[in-house]
């Protein structure tokens, strides 16, 4: 398949009006630009009174729909090509659309007063606007290479303001036990639609919740400050002495990160400091091992033997190391969270798997993700279709639930259709073993996107494509705690990824044929 646009977009017509017109790239670019500075908002409540949506309803969800309106229509409909990563996207949603009007056959319990139309049309909105954050970035940003540098800048300004508002709320968390003046809770309640907007000894940025911020600052701003510093790259210019913008936004980032207290968020981004290391230790490994051959000069079945002994060792000392770092930050975080606490002051007892989850508080969890592996293991192949699991609950949840305050509340208060609150889950129980199949293959092209980033020679796009790759990394972990396709942070950074991996395509094939002429005979 050719990945590389087969014809220029128009330069006659309305079309070519319009990608001639600077006033027009720049109007997008600049929409585009406000939709990454709204990122942090991730429930705005004029909003939501508007449209009567929940409360998960970023603002930035609006802009990217409109770039739809604006760029993408007129894009595709001028020739321009979708990379080859949207087109798996397009046939999981595909996939997804079957599977909702496949799901109409089957016999799902009736709960509360939610018909299974109203419920697959709402899940089904979530899923457009999280195709919305990944395309527009995926063909706006790969119509132009210098576009990436731009919105890598308004990633950083997005950010500085996230990190700014948090260390003022961090302030007031260790400084004055987190008793917040008026005027700073009011102003929190223009960007959050909860009651009262911000948390006891937590902090929040300008999210619904901690956790929401931790999933920003996971799947967006830290693994790119974290890819810029490991390559010694900036998109400013401007130093503090030795120290760049994107060093100095992580150092405030990671901060910011362990005072949300997010044990998720906390954990995925160890899990891509892990994939570091790792990669650190297979290079060390390499090196000792040869360094092993040549210096005692070792020969025959001793050379397999050298290798796994080196290799064992180091992996021990990795998972050690990691294993003392999860733990010790565990133990700090313990003195400030009470759910850690729980885990270090309380002796543990093995009576049953949902009552140790109880013990280390995420019970709540393990009956939401147990619940869907039971739908799953009804359903198997195609799933209950989007938004139906929720249905199955009061059948399939195991009794261990109802003694939980929080899914006690959900039965006897709440109005709407719980769910699995676990994205790998959820897609296993609502479209089967072909759609998680359709996800993970679309997984697997993401990361090869980024190895072809990484092998460009240009140094942003290498950046970008390790940025896509700690971003997946985190996911694997973040998967188990979101389950919302609105949260729009992974699609947008994958956005990103494949329009790196698009330019990164088309320099190398352009290389690749200006290499092809040269061989030429003359």
């Not at 802009?63 to 760029?71: G, S």
């Amino acid at each position: 398949m050719n990945l590389i646009p087969s014809k220029p977009l128009p330069r006659d017509g309305w079309l070519g009006f319009l990608f001639g017109s600077n006033i027009y790239l720049k109007l997008c670019l600049l929409l585009f630009g406000l939709g990454i500075l709204l990122l942090p908002i991730s429930s705005f409540p004029l909003l939501i009174r508007i449209s009567g949506a929940s409360s998960v309803a970023p603002l930035s969800n609006l802009i990217f729909l409109l770039l739809v309106f604006i760029w993408i229509i007129p894009y595709l409909w001028g020739g321009g090509r979708v990379p080859l990563e949207g087109f798996l996207l397009l046939l999981f949603i595909s996939l997804v659309v079957f599977t909702w009007g496949a799901a109409l056959f089957l016999e799902i319990p009736p709960f509360r007063d939610v018909s299974i139309v109203s419920q697959g049309r709402s899940a089904f909105l979530t899923l457009i606007m999280a195709a919305c954050a990944f395309f527009v970035p995926a063909t706006l940003l790969s119509f132009e290479k210098k576009w990436i540098h731009y919105a890598i800048v308004f990633i950083n300004i997005s950010g500085f303001i996230v990190l700014l508002w948090s260390l003022v709320q961090a302030v007031f968390v260790f400084f004055f036990n987190s008793n917040y003046p008026d005027a700073l809770i009011r102003f929190q309640q223009l960007f959050s639609s909860r009651g009262y907007p911000l948390y006891s000894a937590r902090v929040t940025g300008f999210a619904y919740e901690p956790s929401w911020l931790a999933h920003q600052l996971v799947m967006v701003y830290l693994p790119f400050w974290l890819s810029a510093s490991l390559s010694k790259f900036s998109v400013h210019r401007r130093k503090l002495w030795v120290f760049s913008i994107e060093n100095l936004l992580l150092a405030g980032g990671v901060f910011v990160l362990f005072v949300t207290f997010s044990r998720i968020g906390i954990l995925s981004f160890m899990l891509i400091l892990g994939y570091i290391f790792m990669q650190l230790n297979i290079r060390l490994g390499r090196r000792i091992y040869q360094w092993i051959l040549n210096k005692k000069k070792i020969r025959g079945s001793l050379i397999n033997l050298t290798k796994v002994s080196v290799i064992s060792v180091l992996f021990l000392s990795f998972v050690i190391v990691y294993l003392i770092a999860i733990i010790g930050l565990g133990y700090v975080g313990s003195f400030y969270e009470p759910r850690l606490e729980r885990i270090f002051t309380q002796p543990l007892t093995f009576e049953g798997f949902f009552e140790l989850t109880n013990q280390l508080a995420f019970a709540e969890r393990a009956v939401y993700w147990s619940t869907g592996l039971e739908v799953f293991n009804d359903f198997p192949i195609l799933g209950v279709g989007l938004g139906n699991a929720g249905y199955f609950f009061p059948e399939k949840m195991p009794s261990f639930g109802y003694s939980l305050w929080e899914i006690s509340q959900l039965f006897n208060y709440e109005s709407h259709i719980p769910n699995t609150k676990n994205m790998w889950v959820r897609i296993l129980a609502e479209t089967g073993l072909i759609g998680f199949a359709l996800f993970l293959s679309w997984y697997y092209v993401l990361w090869q996107s980024g190895r072809f980033s990484q092998r460009a020679p240009d140094p942003m796009l290498n950046v970008v494509g390790k940025f896509g790759h700690f971003v997946l990394i985190g996911f694997l972990l973040e998967g188990f705690s979101i389950d919302s396709f609105a949260l729009p942070y992974f699609w947008f950074s994958m956005g990103l990824l494949v329009a790196a991996g698009f330019v990164s395509r088309k320099i190398l094939h352009q290389a690749n044929k200006t290499s092809e002429a040269n061989d030429l005979p003359r």
